[in-house]
Every structure is written in structure tokens, then in C-alpha cells.
């Protein structure tokens, strides 16, 4: 495991946008996968977003499809969400996620999007969008 630290939650109005950031303290990140999940009161987690190594790869939530972007920067050891045409429904805690087998197992959508593949979690950070 590694450290994870998010950053950039808070509240915003529907519509709007807000920007989540990641960092890790790790020594193979250049190697890993990486991604979002979340999860609302009373409900189960949810995939949001993964991207392969490079960034060259990235797979979506049908929910957050047209209007998040996930990136990531390896040279600052960091990955970001940008959430655009926010909505109430988006409201949840946000978890960044890495792991290097996700990765070296070829970056699976099926993989991607199941929790327990994921080895390291960050803190999470709560997002809330008003109507």
C-alpha cells in the first residue's frame, strides 16, 4: 500500500464544476493504475473513473460520462478528476484508488471497475452539490 492524499472536495451549485486532486507517496507509481470511486448515504460504491499508467487509457461510470475527465501527472505523482455539469446525485465522498496488479494485469475494464482489486485507498473527500 501506499499513501493517498485527495484534496479539492467541498460545495458547489448544480451546474457547477469542481476539480479533485490525488496524491501518492510512492515509489512505483509510474507503474500503477489509478481511479475514483465513490460513495453516497445509504448507498453502495460506486466506479467513477480509472486511468492505465500512461494516461493513455480510460474507462467511465455510465453515470459521469460527457462530464468527468480523469488525468494524471507522473512527473508530481498525481492524479485529478475534473467534474463538470455537476448534479445533486453526484454527492458523495470521493476515494482516489492505485494499484500496480490492476495495472500489470493489463488494465481490465472488468477489473477496473471492481473494488476489491484495488489495493490502495486514499482518506476520501466529500463533494456536495445543491440544488
Known amino acids: 500500500q501506499v499513501q493517498l492524499i485527495e484534496s479539492g472536495g467541498g460545495l458547489v451549485q448544480a451546474g457547477g464544476s469542481l476539480r479533485l486532486s490525488c496524491v501518492a507517496s510512492?515509489?512505483?507509481?509510474?507503474?500503477?493504475?489509478m481511479g475514483w470511486f465513490r460513495q453516497a448515504p445509504g448507498k453502495e460504491r460506486e466506479f467513477v473513473a480509472g486511468?492505465?499508467?500512461?494516461?493513455?487509457?480510460?474507462y467511465y461510470g455510465d453515470p459521469v460520462k460527457g462530464r468527468f475527465t480523469i488525468s494524471r501527472d507522473n512527473a508530481k505523482n498525481s492524479v485529478d478528476l475534473q467534474m463538470n455539469s455537476l448534479k445533486p446525485e453526484d454527492t458523495a465522498v470521493y476515494y482516489c484508488?492505485?494499484?500496480?496488479?490492476?495495472?500489470?494485469?493489463?488494465?481490465?475494464?472488468?477489473?477496473?471497475?471492481?473494488?476489491?482489486?484495488?489495493?490502495?485507498w486514499g482518506q476520501g473527500t466529500q463533494v456536495t452539490v445543491s440544488s
Open positions: 510512492t515509489r512505483t507509481f509510474n507503474n500503477a493504475a
Open positions: 484508488v492505485l494499484d500496480v496488479g490492476v495495472q500489470y494485469r493489463g488494465f481490465l475494464l472488468q477489473e477496473v471497475r471492481t473494488t476489491r482489486n484495488w489495493d490502495s
Open positions: 486511468i492505465n499508467w500512461n494516461g493513455g487509457r480510460t
